[in-house]
């Protein structure tokens, strides 16, 4: 089963919630499809997503990042231009961050896509630091995971 998890800080709460349509998928792919970045393949037992998900949670927790300065100078400048409208602040990035001598477009893009994430609250940088915390964590607990995993199931079997 695939398990979606939400760390709210606001309420200092993780919330999981199970996608039953993805029942009998046994590999799930670590990162974000949408931006430039390096997913990882992790072949998990039944019951494992449910913990490398909750692991990844709480390291939003444990892991801030602080951005760049200049990310609060665009911030504020969106904000003067497009109050209370978070998709155009967003879109307005591209007008305001331009591609550097001898940029590559994929790299630009990323670079813009790394601010448009802060400015959304999902900070790319940090949440990368967050994925391979959690996978390490992970790693480090598996044998520990598997043994709940195998008691659980004789509790409810």
């Known amino acids: 089963m695939k398990y979606f998890g939400l760390a709210a800080y606001n309420e200092n709460t993780i919330y999981l919630k199970p996608d039953m349509s ?6 799930i792919q670590i ?7 390096k997913h990882r393949k992790i072949k ?13 949670e709480i390291g939003h927790f444990k892991i801030k990042i ?4 200049y990310y609060y100078l665009l911030r504020a400048r969106l904000c003067e231009q497009y109050p209370n409208d978070i998709e155009m602040q967003t879109d307005g990035a591209w007008d305001l961050i331009h591609p550097k001598k001898n940029e590559s477009d994929a790299e630009y893009m990323h670079r813009v896509d790394k601010f448009r ?3 959304i609250g999902d900070y790319l940088d940090e949440h990368n630091s967050v994925e391979d915390w959690a996978i390490e964590e992970f790693k480090k607990q598996r044998k520990e995971i598997r043994e709940i ?3 659980y199931h004789q509790i409810e079997g």
Do not use: A, C
Not at 31 to 37: F, K, L, M
Not at 45 to 56: C, P, V
């Open 117 to 119: 994430s802060w400015l």
């Open 31 to 37: 990162g974000r499809g949408s931006t430039i970045y």
């Open 44 to 56: 998990l037992k039944e019951g494992e997503q449910y913990f490398l998900t909750l692991l990844h």
């Open 66 to 69: 602080k951005p760049p300065n």
């Open 149 to 151: 995993l195998k008691n």
């Open 22 to 27: 993805l029942v009998g998928h046994d590999n």
